[in-house]
């Protein structure tokens, strides 16, 4: 499946880690590969505060489309806002460049825990006490 859009040619950024062909003039216009899509869907959502992962799968037509979001949030994520900025931003950007509406979107949520980036902590030397001289 690829998705057309006739009407006007828009960029679309693409991660790096995207290879192979991106955007192809068709008959019926530009296409842009499903893959390349979903990537960049994903890239999109990744960049969003408090999101830990995502996955995206596109279907239908480019008249037509429906996505589906797999989103990880972080613990302290607020989703009501997490929820708002997929439907407003996310799909807003993909109907934007398709130049429709999303027939259907749909999202499901996961809370991630918040990950360690290291095994150290910083102490405050203000809370520890005198030090004796012995140390």
């Known amino acids: 499946m690829s ?6 040619a828009r960029r679309i950024p693409l991660p790096a880690d995207c290879t192979g062909p991106r955007v192809i003039a068709g008959p019926a216009g ?23 992962g995502a996955s995206a799968v596109l279907r ?3 008249q037509q489309p429906d996505l589906t979001v797999r989103v990880t949030a972080s613990d302290r994520a607020e989703l009501p806002r997490l929820l708002d900025t997929l439907q407003t931003q996310v799909a807003g950007d993909l109907g934007t460049a398709l130049d429709t509406r999303l027939r259907r979107l749909g ?12 095994n150290q902590i910083t102490l405050d030397p203000r809370h520890l006490g005198p030090r004796s001289a012995t140390e």
């Open 3 to 8: 998705i057309r859009s006739p009407r006007r």
């Open 30 to 52: 530009l296409e842009l590969s499903q893959s390349h899509a979903q990537a960049r869907l994903e890239a999109q959502i990744k960049a969003l505060p408090d999101v830990q």
């Open 60 to 62: 239908g037509t480019a």
């Open 107 to 118: 999202v499901q949520t996961e809370i991630g825990t918040t990950k360690k980036k290291s």
